[in-house]
C-alpha cells in the first residue's frame, strides 16, 4: 500500500485537522513530537507494569536502582541521589522516606557531619532491585525487539545526537 492509502495514525489526523483549521501554521513538527510524547507515555506505562510487579513506583525503582549502580556499599547522600535520578530534593525525600518504611533503605549520619545523611540499600532492598532491574532489562528488550537492530541502532543515534544539542552539549 503506498503512503497516501495507508490509514492515518493518531497523530497524523491531529495534523489533518490543523492543516484545514489553520493552513497558515507549520504543524510538520508534531510528526515527530507529537510521536515522541505519545511513544513516551506508551513506554512508560510498560516500565511502569515492571515497577508494579514488585510493588514500586517509577521514582522508587530510579533511586533503588541508583543506590545499586553505586556498587559496594550501596549507599550516597541524598543529594547526589537527587542528581544521579534527576528530581529536587524535595521529592527524593518523600521517595526514601517510603522506601525506608519498606525496609529496602536506610539512612543514617554521615560520617564527620552531622547535619548530613547517607542512604543505604538494605539486603532486602538490594535483592528486590536485582530482581526487578533483571525484568526490567527484559521488558526493555521486549520494546526494542519491535525494531528491527539497524532501525533500533539508527534511532539511538539520533536520540543521542538531538538530545546532547537539547541539553546544550556539543
Same mark, same amino acid.
Given at each position: 500500500?503506498?503512503? #497516501?492509502?495507508?490509514?492515518?495514525? !493518531? ?25 515522541? !510524547? ?6 512508560? /506505562? ?5 515497577? #508494579?510487579?514488585? $510493588? ?15 556498587? @559496594? ?5 541524598? $543529594?547526589?541521589?537527587? /542528581? ?18 519498606? $525496609? ?5 549520619? #554521615? ?11 538494605? @539486603?532486602? $532492598? ?5 530482581? #526487578?532491574?533483571?525484568? !526490567? ?34
Amino acid at each position: 500500500m503506498d503512503d #497516501a492509502r495507508k490509514p492515518l495514525d !493518531h497523530v497524523a489526523r491531529i495534523q489533518a485537522d490543523w492543516r484545514q483549521q489553520r493552513p497558515d501554521v507549520d504543524v510538520s513538527p508534531q510528526g515527530v513530537i507529537g510521536r515522541l !510524547h505519545r511513544l513516551a507515555g506508551g513506554l512508560t /506505562e510498560e516500565l511502569c507494569r515492571v515497577y #508494579a510487579h514488585y $510493588g514500586l513506583s517509577e521514582g522508587e525503582f530510579d533511586v533503588l536502582c541508583a543506590l545499586r549502580r553505586a556498587g @559496594e556499599p550501596y549507599e550516597r547522600a541524598p $543529594g547526589e541521589l537527587a /542528581e544521579h535520578t534527576m528530581v529536587t530534593t524535595g521529592a527524593m525525600t518523600k521517595r526514601i522516606d517510603r522506601l525506608e518504611r519498606a $525496609g529496602l533503605v536506610t539512612r543514617r549520619r #554521615a560520617d564527620g557531619d552531622q547535619r548530613g545523611r547517607i542512604v543505604a540499600l538494605t @539486603e532486602p $532492598g538490594r535483592d528486590l532491585v536485582d530482581r #526487578a532491574f533483571t525484568d !526490567h532489562m527484559r521488558n526493555e528488550r521486549r520494546l526494542l525487539d519491535l525494531l528491527a537492530p539497524a532501525e533500533a541502532e539508527a534511532l539511538e543515534s539520533l536520540l543521542t545526537t538531538w538530545l546532547r544539542r537539547l541539553e546544550g552539549g556539543t
